[in-house]
Nanobody
Framework: QLHLVQSGGGLVQAGGSLRLSCAAS?????????MKWLRQTPTKEREFVAY????????NYADSVKGRFTISRDNHNNTLYLQMNDLKPEDTAVYYC???????WGQGTQVTVSS
């Protein structure tokens, strides 16, 4: 079973930056899994943000974050990242890290962007 613990997030002004982390432990090892970041607001369905393959070679992004967010991973340290730049108020949400098949989830972290 894979255990995911998120950190980062918080309150930032529009145009600012934040980095989310997702530390993995357990078996199979973190490097076995492709990973995603999703986000959810109270008024919208959960939406895809970014994806990274097991080795980091392939990434893709929602159109709404393309060019502003970067997903990456460090398999040596069993950690997934989401670097978020040029944040906008519409990025305000609870962000979740999850495996590609959404079997395992982080606990979620709030990101709030003020205008």
């Amino acid at each position: 079973q894979l255990h995911l613990v998120q950190s980062g997030g918080g309150l930032v002004q529009a145009g600012g930056s934040l980095r989310l982390s997702c530390a993995a432990s357990g078996r199979p090892p973190f490097s076995h899994y492709a990973m995603k970041w999703l986000r959810q607001t109270p008024t919208k369905e959960r939406e895809f943000v970014a994806y990274v393959s097991w080795n980091g070679a392939v990434t893709n992004y929602a159109d709404s974050v393309k060019g502003r967010f970067t997903i990456s991973r460090d398999n040596h340290n069993n950690t997934l990242y989401l670097q978020m730049n040029d944040l906008k108020p519409e990025d305000t949400a609870v962000y979740y890290c999850t495996t590609r098949d959404q079997e395992y989830w982080g606990q979620g972290t709030q990101v709030t962007v003020s205008s």
